[in-house]
């Protein structure tokens, strides 16, 4: 069975070399709703545009919520390759392709069954609602594909490799974009084909992903490694259900704060829409170094290197508010440009996009923090950690800093753009304390606790 051991080796380079393809292979997968919106913005008007960036939203929550439970198995794996156990390895897999695809199903079902529902709660504006009701039909039908996609990432992950998931969205990417042109220009298929784009492309990603794992990777599985082994599947579920939830409940935040920009019209509806997918794009970078330094420390965990779990995380947190510093600086100036990208022929979308993303691009540098620490959270098998604290910014800043800033300043989105800033730098506060409770905790228990030193190569 191919693994790739991250308890050796300088520390920071195998944070950067497990990050930079994660980093890549999110980029391509965010591009596919970027992607989305760019041919939409050339083809169609601001209904359009409202239909595929409300219904692109409520996707991504699902894949969100999926990736989030499937961080179960990463650490699982991780855990076991750690441990040089090849047996529970493969058990881990088996029992996360079980129980991954009864929840695909179900899913499935449930979904399509609400997406009326789901759009009505979220106030799509009339114009959009027809569009933005064939858009996310078609996903909800590929929900399977979506799964399967993920969690077979998930998998990846936990054996430490994250480049051949990487050649596999690549792959799909291209097609996504090639199916967009079609079905979107010549066919005018509008926001369903951009739907119908996206899922084709997952699809083949997922055929790339299996093939690869099950012949190049080696991995060999017997039939009992599916059925049910009630502690490995109670521990995937015990780390996975609490970031699913901490990350839908921020999924659902962002769709509270879009319900309030779509009652603002379809203009601002579309401006908040746009940002949104250009913030989850800058994101990227924060969430590659959750993932890495999640796998990271639980394979160090695993092998009890707990000394080099702490720098990862610490290397982390400077890679991730370096890299959102730029952002920040990058949006800051060049916020109309970039609206205007996805926007061109409506300059009231341009101008209240530019609005909102320039101070809501601070949340790249402030979430950068958080997001390191829920990735050492869930990695020392202490997810709620992480739940708590996005709960308590989300319902004490995120969601009434967006509703009042829109009722005191009705003719702008900058002020609703700091709500999301405001929330992450509570919720960094309250990692660091969290974490410094847990280091004295480890300290105490130690019998002959060692000053913490940096690991050289």
Known sequence: MSTYDMTKGNILKNLIRFSLPYLMSCFLQTFYGLADLFVIGRFNGAASITAVS???????????????????????????????????????????????????????????????????????????????????????????????????????????????????????????????????????????????????????????????????MDIRLCRTDFFPDRKLTGKILRIGIPVAAQDGFIQVSFLVITMIANRRGVEAAAAVGIVEKVISFLFLVPSSMLSAISTICAQNIGAKRYDRSRAALYDGILISVSAGLVFAVVCRFGAPQILRLFAGKEPAVIRLGAQYLRTYSLDCMLAGIHFCFSGYFCA????????????????????????????????????????????????????????????KKELRSSPAPSKFKRVSP
């Open 54 to 216: 409300v219904g692109s939203q409520l996707t991504h929550m699902l894949t969100v919520v999926i990736v989030g439970l499937a961080m179960g198995s990463t650490v699982t794996v991780s855990h076991s390759v750690g441990e040089g156990n090849q047996k529970t390895t493969a058990k881990v897999i088996g029992n996360t392709m079980t129980v991954f695809a009864v929840i695909a199903v179900c899913l499935t079902v449930f979904l399509l069954h609400a997406a009326d529902k789901s759009l009505a709660i979220l106030s799509v504006p009339a114009e959009a609602f027809a569009e933005a009701r064939g858009y996310v039909t078609i996903c909800f039908w590929g929900i399977p594909f979506i799964t399967a996609y993920n969690v077979l990432s998930s998998i990846y992950r936990g054996l430490g490799d994250t480049r051949h998931p990487m050649y596999f969205v690549m792959t799909a990417g291209i097609l996504n974009v090639g199916l967009d042109f079609l079905l979107i220009g010549p066919l005018k298929m509008g926001a369903s084909g951009a739907a119908l784009a996206t899922v084709a492309a997952q699809a083949v990603s997922v055929l790339l992903a299996m093939f690869h794992l099950f012949r190049a």
């Open 380 to 439: 020392c098998e202490r997810p709620l950690l992480s739940f708590i604290h996005n709960f308590i910014s989300i319902l004490a800043i995120r969601i009434p800093g967006a509703y009042f800033a829109s009722l005191y300043w009705p003719e702008t989105l900058a002020p609703m753009g700091l709500a999301a800033p405001a929330g992450s730098l509570l919720s960094a506060v309250i990692c660091a304390g969290m974490f410094a409770v847990l280091r």
